[in-house]
């Protein structure tokens, strides 16, 4: 990089900012590769990520949240033990941090519904009592995350949450 003229780096600037104006786009077809996964499930991934949007929604969740609710599972396909890492990674800039917090530690606490079968503790969510976004996280997984996986839900499409990523994702990120 020590070898760029200035003319290069603003080529690679004006890229870089045609690439940011485009991570709505980015995001709803990473959404969509989603479609078809359904990890033993009755949906699939990507009706999974929508059903939690849309139960959020409904139940008068603010757009921040309904976002993080949509995306909370994005990474399942590249990073199915740390996917809540990987959605975090791509709200946190964007959202608060008791927001990003919240998806990225959802994992831990969507546990308390299965780890009994698995051999481990139900209650490992537990050791996040201190933190502030603990009760929120315990909202986002009863209420929303793991009610989601209804074949018979009605469940609104992408297109409804599109203006919400463009709203969210068009704010000046946290750096």
């Known amino acids: 990089m020590d070898l760029l003229t200035k003319e290069q780096w603003d080529f690679s600037s004006q ?3 045609e690439l940011v104006n485009s991570v709505t786009e980015q995001i709803v077809k990473a959404l969509l590769e989603l479609r078809g996964s359904t990890m033993g499930a009755q949906v699939d991934r990507l009706e999974h990520s929508l059903q939690t949007a849309t139960r959020a929604l409904r ?4 757009e921040e949240m309904v976002v993080c609710a ?3 599972d994005i990474g399942d396909n590249l990073a199915p033990y740390n ?3 990987v959605a975090a990674a791509i709200l946190r800039p964007y959202v608060s941090p008791e927001n990003a917090w919240m998806i990225e530690n959802h994992e831990v606490f969507q ?3 299965f780890n009994n079968f698995i ?5 490992e969510r537990d050791k996040f009592k201190e933190h ?4 929120q996280t315990i909202i986002f997984c009863d209420r929303w995350d793991q009610l989601s ?3 018979n839900y009605d469940t609104l499409s992408i297109s409804c949450f599109r203006p919400m990523l463009e709203s969210i994702f068009s704010r000046e990120p946290r750096l």
């Open 111 to 113: 546990g308390y519904y």
């Open 83 to 85: 996917h809540g890492q």
């Open 15 to 17: 890229c870089l900012e």
């Open 132 to 135: 502030p976004a603990f009760e």
């Open 59 to 62: 139940s008068g969740a603010d």
């Open 149 to 151: 996986f209804d074949p």
């Open 70 to 72: 949509l995306l909370h």
């Open 119 to 123: 051999g481990q503790d139900r209650n």
